[in-house]
């Protein structure tokens, strides 16, 4: 791996290591139970990518290989934190209770969102890079201006963190002490952008010119990621000021259904990569360290299949949506253009069922 | 009623928003301790402190990218943008964000924020301070965009944008600031996004906003003493334009002119012609005119007399007008 | 590669084949459950996206046809898209030319019959200001039907008003001379390859009245026809030495004065080619005052305005009087008194390239005379071919009350004037 120094509590052998500062109090069940969010999630991207082969998705961006990132972080989340997600965080929007079908109506391009914000504590996908990480903090900030004990979680990839935007939220979070956690998914490639092209240093070092700590996790040590985020998220919400977390890993798959990585990357490096599979250090160590039989990880594999199946019949049913809905909710109060948009449509005899 | 300037009624209307609503705070560069380089936000941080008015580092997409994430939590931020030419790093954030996220949340967030934005010319100043956008953000579904023209229509527009649950950009004519007229500190005028027949006529009608709202009621005077009867309507609204009354009003008169500084090609001004032109079709007795700034960068502020819509060009315009054979 | 063979069961998502598209090579996975009961295409065959793939044997025994998604994916309905690399693809059959939906709510309503094209060049929509058109619309009045005294011939409102009073609109006029071979009727018309295989113009104003003018009198008054070719070339050198004259030099020339004052001096001699068969009454009226017509093509179509008292005119008055009338027809002023009353008409066919023609009275004339083109031909001159500026005068004429014997007179009268116009014109 990397001579920096990373966090990381269970090796690619599934093997328990210490960490001076860190150490993970998760029992069994809670392992099992992260072991089983990344099972589905794997196997719903899987299923989603299928889905975009046969032309049932406009696209799909796939997190294999960055599962242990995802569920660790967003396991370790609290009900009331609020999280700001890119495009690629569907283990963060597993882990928040967001049903699968909601993630992929952005992909089917009926909506550009698809679930409620507020109700699940979870922003929708922002797909401009990196216009998130202000917002995130401007939330933050505004937890910071009601006394609240919430965290903010911002989620990227390693190509935001050359983006103004997410620059400047280091800024004003530094400045300002927001309540916040930049989560970046250094999964190496920014579609055909190695990390080394977007900083000469990693990635993690980039807080301290900010004024606030940084930290390099095993992305793939499902363990680490989520004892490093409790850490973070609670330092945010004690009023400590925001944390950078850098999750060291490797997008697997490719960039999205529309990429090739085959053009730009060696197999070699992903078959390196492969040995530090996130999920299977989780069985090995579930495995040996408690006796899980594999009866466990077939129910697992079952579950996991049938909410494949479930978010299939789930996708093909999602209709387009009504074309006098995008008149909706454009502008929050009455506007006259959208009044005569609706108008003509509904003079051309579109919309109301008649599409 | 209250003698003030535009500066002035601006820094109340905003001290009035702030008492009215916790929620409502505002975040800008030297907007603080040193009061907003134009003084609007003078002695506000002293009063609603610094969680409230908020100095911001140098950076205007952080200033709305950061004001996206506190409306989301529920606050009315108030962005000041220093100056016209400043607000393109914040675009990306503004059509990105502000103009779509409560369409993409299907109506769970609110944009309720606003974006000050100190607009125009004829202040003698160096690049990048005289410019006017306005139009990059009228064109922008999701988005609103006013101005006032007079203290009195400054200190209640500032308070009807703060309290309206869409996104604003609130063009202020910087050139204006040190005018004083009359405010009703009881009464707002008229809705935010209500035009206004600031002067009325009978031969043309001349639609303006902001700062070239006085320059063609000026120029309306100078028309009637030459016998031309010249109605000038203050747009207000920039987006969406209020249209009913500039109707009315090209009905009456069958010719239009429409004044603006920004340049006209795909420009507000032409929004208005066009438009003007598909309702008042049959009135027309002369084809639409548009004075505005020329298609150029913005010139050194030492011609921009010449750049700039003034009394002797809207003059002209109506004369075009009057003088066409129909 | 083929991942699955005919007669295979297969599950979902099951590897089916690597399809090699313009961005990747992908794995398509199977969307159903099945058996395989046939394939499409080998291993290296270029499959056009939409095409089908595979057949597979869903439960029922239904063979359910794959086609080849689009790049990256079809449609959800799998269908008519282009292959781009972000998205389900450009949609193909956006822009068929296939209206589906009409304003009102009903859905592809059948075509509306074809209105009638008054116009096809844009250039030549009647011009007017937006208030004007609606006054006008308001009264009834078509638009194109008023002729426009405004600048370029814009129609204003006081033209719409002196239609609506009853008054007569003046002729207008256009902006450049037109060519004649595409302005038909007072219409511009569309090239042969660019216009319409059909079109239909109104028949109004101008060319109503041109129309109703030549059908009474085509069948009315039995025409009858004469005409003689004349040695001109006396005429062609005694305007040419008068226009170099610098007394002459604001004076207008041209072979149609001395066809003018030709014909005048003919009326003198032979006044019954000046008169008018009154069927009505039952007279013919003998007119000793030449109004003389001239056939004037003007962009609105064909006028006839008139110069009273042409035979009192001289050279220069003839000359004058000529061009005055030329000039307001073609900018649209001639005056409604200006077009009534002729008495004798020439037609100038002659700036057309051609010899001769047969024109029709126009009524209640009985004698039109049409003037070829003057231009150098073989002549005899005492046995001998010379080359000599030769010209056709035609003339058609009320066989009513003009016999052949009159009409070859006036038409010898005229021949003799331009063969040796010096004495003519010093006779008078």
């Known amino acids: 791996m990397s001579e920096i120094p990373l966090v990381q509590l269970l090796t690619p052998e599934g093997e328990r290591v210490t960490h001076p500062e860190y150490e993970s109090t998760l029992g069994k069940d809670e392992i099992f139970g992260m072991h089983r969010d990344m099972t589905i999630i794997r196997r719903l991207c899987n299923e989603a990518t299928s889905l975009q082969r046969q032309g049932q998705l406009a696209l799909w961006a796939p997190l294999q290989g960055q599962e242990a990132a995802q569920i660790g972080a967003g396991r370790a989340l609290q009900p009331m934190d609020f999280t700001f997600p890119s495009y690629r965080e569907h283990g963060i929007a597993w882990c928040r ?78 400045s300002f002490d927001a309540p916040i956690v930049f989560f970046v998914q250094n999964n190496q490639w920014a579609i055909s952008e190695p990390t080394v092209r977007q900083s000469k240093i990693p990635l993690y070092r980039r807080a301290e010119g900010f004024g606030f700590p940084g930290i390099r996790v095993d992305g793939n040590d499902v363990l680490a990621v989520h004892e490093v985020t409790k850490r973070a998220l609670a330092h945010a919400r004690e009023g400590g000021g925001p944390t950078l977390i850098e999750a060291f890993t490797y997008r697997m798959g490719a960039h999205t259904t529309s990429d090739d990585p085959t053009r730009y990357r060696i197999d070699a490096d992903v078959e390196v990569w492969k040995h530090r599979d996130p999920l299977e250090r989780v069985k090995a160590y579930l495995v040996r360290q408690h006796q899980v039989p594999a009866s466990e990880f077939d129910a697992t594999s079952a579950e996991a299949d049938a909410l494949a199946a479930k978010l299939r019949e789930d996708v093909l049913a999602m209709d387009s949506p009504d074309p006098l809905s995008i008149f909706e909710y454009a502008y929050a109060d009455v506007h006259p253009l959208i009044e005569e948009g609706k108008r003509d449509m509904i003079e051309l005899g579109v919309g109301g069922g008649a599409h | 009623m209250a003698q003030m300037t535009m500066a002035k009624a601006l820094n109340e209307g905003l001290r009035r928003a702030l008492e009215d609503n916790p929620k409502v705070l505002l975040m800008g560069e030297d907007i603080g301790k040193l009061g907003g ?115 009195n229509d400054a200190y209640w527009m500032i308070q009807q944008a703060i309290t309206h649950d869409d996104p604003i950009i609130f063009c202020e004519p910087k050139c204006r600031y040190w005018e004083k007229g009359e405010v009703d500190l009881d009464r707002p005028p008229r809705g935010l996004f209500d035009a206004h027949v600031a002067r009325e006529g009978t031969d043309v009608t001349v639609i303006a906003y902001g700062p070239s709202v006085r320059t063609a009621v000026r120029a309306a005077e100078a028309a009637s003493a030459e016998g031309r009867s010249v109605e000038v309507i203050d747009a207000r609204s920039i987006a969406p334009l209020d249209f009913p009354p500039m109707v009315a009003s090209v009905q009456k008169t069958g010719r239009l002119v429409v004044v603006a500084e920004a340049p006209a090609n795909a420009s507000v001004a032409s929004e208005v012609v066009a438009r003007l032109t598909e309702e008042c079709f049959y009135s027309l007795r002369a084809p639409a005119l548009r004075v505005t700034g020329y298609h150029t960068p913005y010139p050194p502020s030492r011609v921009e007399e010449e750049y700039l819509p003034n009394i002797d060009r809207i003059l002209d315009a109506v004369d075009r007008v009057m003088g066409f054979e129909s | 590669m083929w991942k699955v063979a005919v007669g295979d069961t297969i599950a979902l998502n099951q590897p089916l084949i690597d399809i090699e598209t313009a961005k990747a090579t992908v794995e398509l996975p199977s969307p159903y459950a099945g058996v395989v009961t046939k394939l499409h295409g080998e291993v290296g065959d270029v499959v056009p996206v939409g095409a089908p793939l595979i057949e597979i044997e869903v439960g029922g025994g239904d063979a359910a046809p794959l086609a080849t998604p689009a790049e990256p994916a079809t449609t959800p309905q799998g269908e008519g898209r282009t292959a781009v690399l972000v998205g389900y693809g450009v949609a193909t059959n956006e822009g068929a030319p296939t209206r589906h939906r009409r304003r009102g709510g009903a859905v592809a309503p059948a075509p509306a019959p074809p209105a009638p094209i008054t116009s096809t060049a844009p250039a030549l929509a009647p011009r007017s200001t937006p208030p004007v058109r609606l006054y006008a619309k308001q009264h009834g009045i078509d638009i194109e039907s008023i002729q426009g005294t405004g600048r370029d011939g814009l129609i204003t409102r006081s033209d719409v008003e002196r239609v609506v009073s009853g008054g007569t609109p003046r002729a207008r006029s256009a902006p450049a001379a037109p060519t004649g071979v595409t302005r038909f009727v007072g219409h511009e018309l569309a090239p042969w390859e660019s216009g319409p295989k059909e079109e239909r113009i109104p028949v109004r104003g101008v060319l109503r009245s041109m129309a109703d003018a030549m059908v009474q009198s085509a069948f009315s008054a039995p025409h009858a026809a004469a005409w003689v070719r004349v040695d001109a070339s006396k005429s062609v050198e005694l305007l040419s030495a008068l226009k170099s004259r610098p007394s002459m030099a604001n004076v207008r020339l041209s072979p149609l004065t001395l066809v003018a004052l030709a014909l005048c001096d003919a009326a003198r001699h032979f006044p019954g080619i000046n008169s008018r068969f009154d069927d009505a009454a039952g007279e013919v009226i003998v007119r000793r005052s030449v109004a003389l017509g001239i056939a004037a093509d003007t962009p609105r179509g064909l006028i006839v305005p008139n110069i009273k008292d042409a035979d009192t005119l001289d050279l220069v008055g003839m000359a004058d009087a000529l061009t005055t009338l030329v000039e307001k027809a073609r900018a649209g002023t001639t005056t409604p008194n200006e077009m009534i009353g002729t008495t004798l008409t020439i037609t100038n066919v002659g700036p057309f390239g051609i010899d001769g023609a047969m024109p029709i009275l126009p009524p209640g004339t009985s004698a039109i005379v049409a003037v070829g083109q003057i231009a150098k031909a073989p002549w005899v001159v005492d046995d001998e071919v010379v080359v000599r500026h030769v010209v056709e005068i035609a003339m058609s004429f009320d066989h009513r009350c003009i016999d052949g014997a009159l009409a070859s007179s006036v038409l010898a009268h005229v021949g003799r004037f331009l063969n040796d116009p010096a004495p003519a014109l010093l006779a008078r």
């Open chain 2, 37 to 151: 380089v134009f003084r609007v936000t003078d002695g506000l941080q002293k009063d609603f402190g610094e969680d409230r008015i908020i100095d911001s580092p140098l950076a205007e997409s952080g200033i709305v990218g950061t004001s996206v994430g506190l409306a989301i939590r529920g606050y009315r931020p108030v962005c000041e943008i220093q100056f016209d030419g400043f607000v393109y790093p914040a675009f990306d954030q503004i059509v990105s964000q502000v103009a779509k996220l409560h369409s993409r949340s299907h109506g769970v967030y609110k944009m309720a924020l606003v974006i000050r934005i100190p607009f125009g010319g004829q202040i003698g100043a160096i690049e990048h301070h005289s410019e006017s956008p306005e139009g990059y953000f009228a064109h922008t579904a999701g988005l609103r965009v006013v101005s006032p023209t007079t203290p």
């Open chain 1, 97 to 174: 209770g967001i049903p699968p079908e909601k993630w992929l109506r952005l992909f089917r391009a009926v909506d550009h969102g698809g679930w409620d914000p507020q109700q699940y504590r979870h922003s929708v996908p922002t797909i401009v890079i990196g216009n998130q990480a202000l917002n995130a903090v401007g939330y933050a900030m505004g937890v910071q201006r009601d006394g609240a004990e919430e965290a903010t979680m911002v989620f990227f990839g390693d190509g935001a963190t050359s983006e103004g935007d997410v620059n400047e939220a280091f800024v004003w979070a530094g």
